[in-house]
């Protein structure tokens, strides 16, 4: 639902040339007739072939833009905020271009001085990519660059009347849903809704597997609704997972899989980048019950983890996936006895290193990042909980840059590198 596709983004196109042209006429008409007044300044005819930058779907981030004498597009991305904090945060984006076919447009993207922790951080970097798109489902790097100011520049060329730009590879809510369809009469699979996103979307719970099996892991995706990363390694996990071979049976008669696909949905909707639209933080304040009126996400969750916790079904571990320009898994020390916590995750990451293309390592001692869930649940119910950023640019073990289709065999992999982990006896 929503989703943009090429011949929907290339008629208002044709329209804009039509009304550019209807522009033209009037204005020469208006030069020659005196009464008309002051005729309108040659700027607004736009005369490097850009027309518009649509951003009237999903996922699509909030902006605004203007040309420059040069015709440079200056595109002024939006900040999304936290409620009682200075942070602020860009870094996802994701709109169209539309412009008269065989344009060359240059984009300067703006408002990368993010705040966090109070202090000012870019999330761009010499390494940044970008994507782009004719339809909007198959994309190709385009090549940007950092500038001295902050700012990001990209080059392309507009063969067709428009182009999607996009940080990373999509992964809307409508994909989701898709991808539920295909696997939900799955006997294997079970979607249980668990509560609502403050503008009311289902959040749901999906199992893959035996409840009963040996092994319980919970994965988490899209906290961040920019780092899409998540999901398509949750797809590239499940689709392995029911593949219905040998191997998708060894998995899966060792560990049962639950997972809440994408914990920010309104984030992802409104194109957002890092809080949900009360400006909570979904990978912040687990030191505490979160507050059902401005973070029913995580509400949500804590619930529904209690009510596991209860039954003696605690997850054995639990992983939150994210997207950063590191690539770590963050493995957190809070004031607790850490002998058999640090034990597993050395054993993840080890498994995550044989199994998978994983090489960038686990933060190193010392490391804490308080509030976030891989902390809050070690330290409120003993949970083994950790935060596997993906790096979002570049793959180190694939010597490769980052794609969906390349996070989709990390999930695969991942599935492999579960059953390992799963080989001792586990222990809530
Ligand atoms: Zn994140």
Redesign the pocket.
Known sequence: MGCPNVDSGLAPADEGLLSFSRLMTGLLFAVSLPWFGEPLPAAAASPSGFIFINTSFENASPLYWEVDAANLIHVYLIYDQERSSPNRANGHWFFEVQAAPNTRCTLVLHNFDNVWNGRKGSPISDRTICYVSEDARTWRLAPARKTDDNCLRIEMAIRFGSLYVARLEPYRLSDLEAFERRIREDRRVEITIIGKTVEGRELEIIRVGDPNAAGRVFLRAR??P??AGGNWVIEGLVERLLGGDKDAERYLGRYCVYIMPMANKDGVVRGRT?FNLLGADL?RKWDEPPDPAVNPENHALEEWLKSRIAKGRTPHLLI?L???EGGQLHVSRPNVDLDRYLRNMQRLEAMLREHTWFTEGSTREGFRNPGSIGEGLLERFGVNAC?L?LNANWIAGLNAPVSAERWKLFGARLCEALFHYFDTPCSP
Do not use: G, Q, Y
Request: hydrophobic content about 25%.
């Open positions: 906290a961040h920019w780092e890092r990978n939150d994210h997207n950063d935060v950023e």
